[in-house]
């Protein structure tokens, strides 16, 4: 995500946003996924959150999702929405009962292994009991049929995710919290599943979600879409954004499908940038290592009442036509956030800082300033200065998250450990981080634990010093 506007940060035009990994899903997730209640009641009913410190309700305890298969329809001018949302899940504990986030809209039924299942509701927690106890590790499908007007939550940070209504459609940008806006989820990253998605909307309109488009069909007025992401994404990069696009569509040389739609208001802003889109990508590539997913494009919508752009998976969308270095930064999350995902919220300079250090490299590489100006600028700031207000590595809530510590300071501590352990090394490091955790879960701990390993460094007081301590540090 690039930060807020009123943030002071770099860019101009720039804008907000120990563990063995098996299966995909660190053996720490499958721990806090079944749930934080005391023995007895693990034994039945699934946690109402995973305890995450900045956003403790975010996700549920008790299952594991496999795949969401969301059914939609929108109809702009009133802005109602009606959902149809079949979710395939493994369950991690013996249960009787188990919550969904959704805030908002009215659920008319649930079943579960086709079976009606009670519900109810409690703030921001849809609690459901199944007729039958599921056993645990045994899959089971629920579907849950809602409808209404959806609402975007006002994040602590003041700013809006979610399902966000705009003069055509609705820009649907959901970090941190705004997936239970408009389809009932375990909505933490550390469940992250395969989606399908079926958007009908007026002729005219189109509907953009993440993955790769199977086919788009016009019956008596309205557009069915129909998108399939394969690969496991966490709920908050879900997208089904709705306007009136200039859609295009082509192949890269290496096989990647990219889908690029467009406001006209913007079109001629971003025509330009987009153009660049493939090579960004292919120079990514080179040094991250191979792009993680079928799909690829930009969702650039015109909504500047939003005031950021979201790294979307597979597809970022844009509140407006972005700056390069914006384009670099949300496609450089599809390695460091997307593919390698946060374990709690208080990681996120993982996502922020190496996607602002992406636009250093970048700039580096293609005639601009190097990394090294750009980090001694930064220095030369106050030590008043917002920047040394938190350490990145533990904003303090989710207020902080996106603010400039987290992507300016996160990127400086990247640039201390290239400094630290050559080039050579620090781009190892970070090739070697994108393909490890590939489609899993990454902590600041293994992290570090990498860089060591990879430089035969003790580095733990640099990230000590640039990650876990507030206040400027005596030595650039």
């Known amino acids: ?8 940060v770099r860019r101009s035009a720039l804008r907000r946003r120990g563990t063995l990994v098996a299966a995909g899903i660190p053996i720490a997730v499958v721990a806090l996924l079944a749930g934080a209640a005391g023995p ?18 975010a996700g549920n305890g008790g299952y594991d999702v496999e795949h969401y298969d969301l059914t939609l329809g929108y109809d702009p001018a009133t802005g109602h929405l009606d959902g149809r949302a079949v979710i395939t899940a493994r369950s991690t504990q013996q249960l009787n009962r188990f919550n969904l986030d959704l ?43 809602y409808a209404g007007i959806p609402q975007p939550v006002t994040d602590p940070d003041g700013s809006l995710d979610g399902w966000i209504p705009t003069d055509d459609g609705a820009f649907v940008a959901g970090e941190p919290q705004g997936a239970m806006t408009w389809f009932p989820a375990n909505n933490h990253p550390l469940d992250k599943a395969s ?57 890269t040389p290496g096989g990647l499908r990219i889908y690029n739609a467009v406001d006209p208001r913007e079109a001629a802003a971003a025509a330009p940038v987009l153009k660049k889109l493939p090579s960004v990508l292919d120079w990514e590539s080179k040094l991250f290592g191979p792009y993680p997913f079928r799909g690829a494009g930009a969702i650039v919508d015109h909504a ?40 709690t919220w208080k990681d996120i300079w993982l996502n922020e800082g190496f996607a602002t250090y992406a636009e250093w490299l970048y700039d580096e590489q293609h005639g601009g300033q190097s990394a090294q100006k750009t980090f001694d600028e930064l220095y030369t700031t106050p030590e008043d ?36 352990v050559g080039d050579r090394t620090f781009f190892r490091i970070l090739r070697a981080w994108a393909t490890d955790h590939r489609e899993g879960h990454g902590t600041t701990a293994q ?30």
């Open 1 to 8: 995500m690039t930060p807020p506007l009123q943030q002071p």
């Open 40 to 57: 007895a009641a693990a034994a039945s009913a699934g946690s109402p959150g995973v305890n995450d410190p900045y956003f403790p309700l």
């Open 103 to 145: 805030n908002g809209l009215k659920v008319t039924s649930i079943t579960v292994d086709r079976a009606a299942a009670s519900f109810r509701r409690d703030g921001q927690e849809l609690v459901v009991t199944p007729r039958h106890t599921i056993g645990k590790d045994r899959e089971f499908r629920a579907t849950v049929t």
């Open 195 to 251: 989606y399908d998605f079926t958007v009908t909307v007026p002729q005219g309109r189109s509907a953009v979600a993440n993955g790769v488009l199977l086919g788009q069909t016009t019956t008596g007025g309205r557009t069915t879409f129909r998108w399939r992401q394969s690969e496991p994404m966490a709920a908050y990069l879900a997208t089904a954004t709705v306007g009136t696009f200039k859609v295009e569509q082509f192949t």
């Open 304 to 343: 500047p009442q939003v005031g950021y752009a979201l790294e979307t998976q597979t597809r970022p969308v844009y509140d407006r036509a972005p700056d390069l270095g914006t384009l670099v930064h949300e496609s450089a999350h599809q390695w460091f956030g997307d593919s390698v995902s946060l374990t």
């Open 385 to 420: 200065d917002e920047l040394w207000s938190f350490p990145p590595g533990d904003p303090g809530s989710g207020e902080h998250i996106f603010e400039a510590p987290v992507y300016s300071r996160g990127a400086m501590a990247l640039h201390k450990l290239r400094q630290t």
């Open 447 to 476: 992290f570090i634990h990498l860089a060591e390993r990879q430089s035969g460094k003790h580095l733990g007081g640099l990230f000590h010093t640039w990650i876990d301590t507030a206040g400027k540090p005596s030595r650039p």
